[in-house]
Structures are given as C-alpha cells and as structure tokens.
C-alpha cells in the first residue's frame, strides 16, 4: 500500500524558512518523479515544484523559483522541500504526490497523480 506522509509545517513570519519532508513507502522502486502541491483556503490546488530522479531534472512555479528548492534522498525513501524567503502568499496546505511513474509529473494537474499525502500546513505571517 502506497503511503506519503508530510512533516515539517508550521507558523513562521514572512522571510522566514521552513524544510519540509515527505516518507514515501509501499513501492520498491525509488526513481519515480514526485511532486510538491499546495492549496489555500478558497483556492485551487496549484503545482509548486516536481522532481525527475531518473534524468535529474527538477521544475518549480515560477512564483517559488529562487526560493524554493525540491530534493529527494532515494536510499532514504525521502522528499523534501526547501523553503527560503516565505511570503503570506505562501500560506497552505502542502502535499507530496507522485503518479509512480518516471515522468508525467507535471504540475499543471493535479488530477495526473494518484497517491497523494495527508498534508502539513505552513502559515506565514506578516
């Protein structure tokens, strides 16, 4: 059973930096793509980073890029995202997804994955 557990949420003021994890479990093989989402109240859920183990590729939202940076620990079974610079606008839900495929990780739908976490809420104030 495919299980992706979040961590690492919180409350910080904007400037601030917060690493989220992800412990992805119930697969062997360790080099599918994964993707970060994330949904504030009232909004869409939106694609905010995705990562290509396979060719070593990663892509970001451009309203995170030079800010954000996603990153995976294969042996570890790890995905993490690394966030600098946070702005109200930040605020959310984030999830980790993957579709346990090598590519198809876009972030332009969510509705291209199929196993999802339960989410950790980050909340940046001003």
């Known amino acids: 059973q495919v299980q992706l557990v979040e961590s690492g949420g919180g409350s910080v003021q904007a400037g601030g930096s917060l690493r989220l994890s992800c412990a992805a479990s119930g697969y062997t093989y360790s080099n599918f793509c994964m993707a970060w989402f994330r949904q504030a109240p009232g909004k869409e859920r939106e694609g905010v980073a995705n990562i290509y183990p396979v060719i070593g590729s990663t892509h970001y939202a451009d309203s995170v890029k030079g800010r954000f940076t996603i990153s995976q620990d294969n042996a570890k079974r790890m995905l993490y995202l690394q966030m600098n610079s946070l702005k109200p606008e930040d605020t959310g839900m984030y999830y980790c997804?993957?579709?346990?495929?090598?590519?198809?990780?876009?972030?332009?739908?969510?509705?291209?994955?199929?196993?999802w976490g339960q989410g950790t809420q980050v909340t940046v104030s001003s």
């Open positions: 997804a993957t579709n346990l495929r090598l590519y198809g990780c876009g972030l332009g739908d969510p509705k291209e994955f199929h196993y």
